[in-house]
């Protein structure tokens, strides 16, 4: 997610404090996850960026080769599935004469990838998501609703395809679906080293649980991550905070601000985005309180003002060639 800023902190005449005129304007949403490492692409923009598209199953002839069955774009002329078989698909395919394997051609590089083993599961979601795709193309609130349905689906496969699907998702949409899930589900499994890179959009979606677990789990996590200066799950901790508590919880974010002991660039840096997407989407109390909140660690962090600043500077593309109307604080 980033934010334009038309009018950059000044200094003051005093050589302590620092003017507090901040104009956020906001941008078209962007896809506001938060990464400790780099997000994998979804199946389903795997599936649209796909040139050729087919179900695989072994080559009678070679056990170790796959061999295109249907195509779902493209020709099956095109798909010489670079893949070996691994042991594990073998005897899935080998137990279930219905089980298939998804592949994608990327149109740009050429690369392949496999995406999904497909059986009596997950058929129907994979039969839905297939179906979907050129509307999903235009219609992006419908294709995160899909997703968001899926968080309590019985199959982990089905729940975790569904996290990276609305990790895509811009904020703003975020809020206005129904992403109930099951809270227990979410933190047993945070630990799991197979899915580190689930562990920003986890965090995010424990920020619409109203469950007391997931709220002492995102603020003992965020109390860690400022110990670190490099966790990057930091911001994705305060976003959700601020979700589930709102005013309450700008107040539990700038407690925990207060009481540590240092604070890196990095950190800081986090902490002001997700302030920010709370300030341009958030409730009038919830905006208040961030505004207040920010002007009070300008005013007395003068480096503080300098994130602030380079957060935004450092995206060229935040400006606007027109001036909007903004928020003073």
Known sequence: MFFRLDQMIRPCVSTVLLSCTLTFLPMAAMPCGFHAVSARESVVSSLMDGAVVVLATTDPDMPFQ???????????TEAEIPFLVDSTTRRKL?????????????????NWARLAYIDTSNRQVFQHILSN??????????????FGSLLSHKEPSIRNMALTELDQAPYSILQTLDTSSDTQT????????????????????LGFSDSEAAGQFLLQGFERSLTHAQDRLLGAYATAIIERDGLDGVNKVSAAVSAASHLSAESQDAIFQAMMIHYLHGPRQTR???AKTLRHWIVNDPGFAEIARN??????????PSQRRGIRF
């Open 311 to 320: 957060s935004v500077a450092a995206r060229p593309d935040s400006l606007v």
């Open 133 to 146: 795709l050129e509307a999903w193309s235009t219609q992006r609130v419908s294709r995160y609703q899909f």
């Open 186 to 205: 979410l933190l047993g499994s945070f630990s799991n080293p197979r899915e580190m890179y689930l562990k920003p959009a986890k965090i995010l979606t």
């Open 66 to 76: 796959y061999k295109a069955s249907e195509a779902i774009k493209g020709d099956l």
């Open 94 to 110: 080998g137990s279930n004469l219905d089980g298939r394997v998804l592949f994608a051609k990327n149109a740009e590089t050429g």
């Open 288 to 290: 208040e309180a961030i």
